[in-house]
């Protein structure tokens, strides 16, 4: 096989190096990635957790008894600072992947990660407006 | 090229991510802070997330978020070096993403499941 410049190119090497299983704890940037991707195992958590109150919906004892657990809340609050993580992890990178043009000028990434973090404060704010007048009115 | 999908995955990781980064902080503030606290009744919660639009958006915030945990949790395990059982995992978390959605949108839907 040769390639643009002509040269014979191997193919096939085999040339990867075994990475030590800690490999994460080497380097501060490492062990922030690592944390990063391990969010996913909270906000996956907590997918379950409202999958446990969705069957309890038409029982108002147990869905109070579930929320109520004392083992439930004390997840919660673990999952909480590792769900925030994920958020600010995640708009951080929305510069990244969604690029906006205007004419000749991208759009700078802070104005689109900003954007972001308005809509988290707005949605939130608005979950939790939703969550505490319903019920009342309907 | 081999088709592959690779994409649809990608996508359901996306979107569970962007549906996790904006509503779970805020939902535990409500269900591990609010309501233990007497700030939001549990049983109006209940009467609140009953309501059809609300399951629409409870199965959302089931669904999509289990899909990001099953694409990033896999290949975080790669990272960890475990990579010798590549698709019994893929089959493992998707499987339980996707059985978790059934489960939720029996339980959520019940118009279109009676």
Redo the contacts between chains.
């Keep these: 096989m040769t390639n643009r410049t002509g040269n014979t190119t191997t193919t096939e090497r085999q040339l990867i190096r075994k990475m030590p299983a800690n490999w994460w704890l080497k380097k501060p940037a490492y062990l922030r990635y690592m944390i990063r991707e391990m969010t996913c195992l909270f906000v996956g958590g907590y997918a379950m957790f409202l999958l446990m109150l969705a069957a309890r919906l038409d029982k108002p004892e147990a869905f109070a008894d579930l929320l109520a657990s004392p083992l439930a809340i004390a997840l919660q609050w673990i999952a909480l600072p590792m769900a925030i993580y994920h958020s600010v992890t995640w708009f951080n990178l929305t510069p990244k992947v969604l690029v906006i043009w205007r004419g000749e000028d991208k759009l700078p990434g802070f104005l689109i990660a900003g954007a972001h973090y308005a809509g988290w404060l707005a949605v939130s704010a608005g979950l939790i407006y939703f969550a505490m007048s319903g019920g009342t009115d309907g | 090229m081999a088709r592959s999908n690779e994409p649809a995955f990608w996508s359901l990781f996306s979107a569970?991510?962007?549906v996790?980064?904006?509503?779970?902080?805020?939902?535990?503030?409500?269900?591990?802070y609010?309501?233990?606290q007497g700030?939001?009744d549990?049983?109006?919660?209940?009467?609140?997330?009953?309501?059809f639009i609300?399951?629409l958006l409870?199965l959302a915030?089931?669904?999509l978020?289990?899909f990001?945990?099953?694409h990033?949790?896999r290949?975080?395990l790669v990272?960890?070096?475990i990579k010798n059982a590549k698709l019994p995992i893929a089959i493992l978390f998707y499987g339980t993403a996707a059985g978790?959605t059934i489960?939720?949108a029996y339980?959520?839907l019940p118009p279109i499941f009676s």
């Design positions: 569970g991510g962007m996790a980064a904006f509503l779970i902080p805020a939902a535990i503030l409500i269900t591990a609010m309501v233990p700030k939001i549990a049983e109006q919660l209940r009467i609140v997330m009953d309501h609300a399951r409870l915030m089931i669904s978020p289990l990001h945990w099953a990033r949790f290949f975080a990272d960890l070096g978790s489960c939720a339980l959520l």
